[in-house]
């Protein structure tokens, strides 16, 4: 891949194995669609870094198409991002402010107040995420590397800078970003934020919780008062038009119901289950995204769960992760939407962690659920179980195609829920 020299059988050496290597790839989005497709967009060499270069690969299917994030050595296909060498480049770029060429754009990158990393900083790489790649960078900041790139105004950023100006502590700062410009279009690269000390991510906190019989009620109800915490920031008046509340109107009631007929469409076409009658559920789902008209919209996580949040060390929460699902759009995951969807989003965790441990006898999710909602101060109502219902087929149509043995966890929830759906809507 010696992009800087030229060699074009180099080139052609590796596009045949991008296909097979991509494939293999934890956080490729196109796993399980026939077709695939690869070719090599940019390979932009980065000085200094050990012989790496920051590729751009775009790839094809049948379903799909997106262009991804792949830093590799410049003489052979390999995820350059467990090299040392690639981290501390990065943070010698963003300690200088840097600009790098970058084809017919550069690569602009930014430290923002706080940023007080030194390229020598220890990497540990965390294998905990599925669609990006982080690193620890000396116990001070993580640096996230965004495989899927796509152009405009990022949420992950926008949302923590806002939220930390907002004066809201339960999210990191942003210490600074590495964003692709060419012309007006801005693509986010890579960000660094603070490092925040913890005794893991909600997921595996609700793990041990399990294992151990730790009383987990304390717990949920701190979550769900710092989300509604969250919630209230987000829902206050603001200058920027990207954040300022909206009501949803007629129209957005019926968007918001086909979104979620399509979603459990696309669930039952995966996952047939002859339990459902799609027309009935559908139906009901279409009536009660009617009567949300009025509902506020503002911007929300997008895609919450117990994996999206840290337990610190005294056992608060802090968000992260803020993208949004990866399988939509950049736009769609800036669009406001009601803040219930993030409130499913953990409810649905609450239902994986118990499936998970082998207690789904235990009570454990109905205790979560009504603590959490406490602590959030709402009640379950048609409207929450309509998120749910969205989520709980979001997740079937995930796990058919990327991990077919936990199907049967959200498959078994929307069931549930669709059975709740349709006696109390």
Not at 94 to 100: D, G, I, K, T, Y
Request: aromatic share 6%; hydrophobic share 45%.
């Amino acid at each position: 891949m010696r992009e800087a020299t030229g060699r074009a059988a180099d080139r052609a050496v590796l596009e045949r194995a991008l296909p097979g290597w991509l494939a293999e790839r934890r956080w490729f989005g196109g796993k399980g669609e026939a077709g695939l497709r690869a070719h090599l967009l940019r390979a932009t060499p980065l000085p200094g870094a050990d012989g790496l270069v920051l590729g751009a690969v775009r790839a094809e299917t049948c379903e799909s198409a997106a262009t991804y994030a792949v830093p590799t050595h410049a003489d052979r296909l390999s995820d350059g991002f467990t090299d040392p060498g690639f981290v501390r480049w990065v943070v010698a770029r963003l300690a200088e402010n840097a600009c790098v060429p970058d084809g017919a754009g550069e690569l602009r990158c930014e430290r923002f107040a706080g940023f007080d990393l030194a390229p020598g900083a220890t990497v540990q790489l965390l294998s905990a995420e599925q669609s990006n790649s982080s690193a620890v960078l000396g116990g001070r900041a993580v640096l996230k590397l965004l495989r899927k790139l796509a152009p405009g105004a990022h949420p992950e950023v926008e949302m923590a800078r806002y939220l930390t100006q907002a004066g809201f502590d339960q999210v990191p700062p942003v210490l600074g970003t590495v964003t692709r410009v060419e012309g007006d279009e801005r693509c986010l690269v890579m960000l660094v934020q603070r490092f925040v000390p913890n005794r893991g991510d909600g997921w595996s906190w609700t793990l041990a919780a399990l294992a151990d019989g730790r009383d987990y009620g304390p717990f949920a109800r701190r979550l769900g008062e710092r989300l509604a915490a969250m919630h209230a920031v987000l829902a206050q008046h603001a200058d920027d038009s990207a954040f300022e509340p909206e009501p949803l109107d007629a129209a957005g009631a019926a968007a918001l119901g086909a979104r979620v007929t399509a979603q459990v469409t696309r669930a039952l076409a995966v996952h047939p289950m002859a339990a459902i009658d799609r027309d009935e559920l559908c139906a009901r789902a279409t009536a009660i995204a009617a009567r949300a008209e009025g509902q506020c919209r503002t911007r929300i996580h997008g895609d919450l769960h117990l994996g999206q949040l840290l337990v610190t060390e005294d056992a608060d929460v802090v968000f992260i992760d803020f993208e949004g699902e990866p399988t939509r759009s950049l736009a769609e995951r800036r669009t406001k939407d009601v803040a219930l969807r993030d409130v499913a989003g953990v409810l649905r965790s609450f239902d994986y962690a118990e499936a998970k441990a082998g207690r789904t006898d235990s009570g454990f999710r109905a205790r979560a659920e009504a603590a959490f909602l406490a602590g959030y101060g709402v009640a379950s109502h048609p409207l929450l179980l309509l998120f749910l219902l969205e989520k709980a087929a979001y997740e079937v149509t995930y796990e058919a195609a990327n991990r077919p043995d936990w199907v049967d966890v959200p498959a078994h929830g929307l069931r549930r829920i669709a059975a709740q759906l349709l006696e109390e809507g």
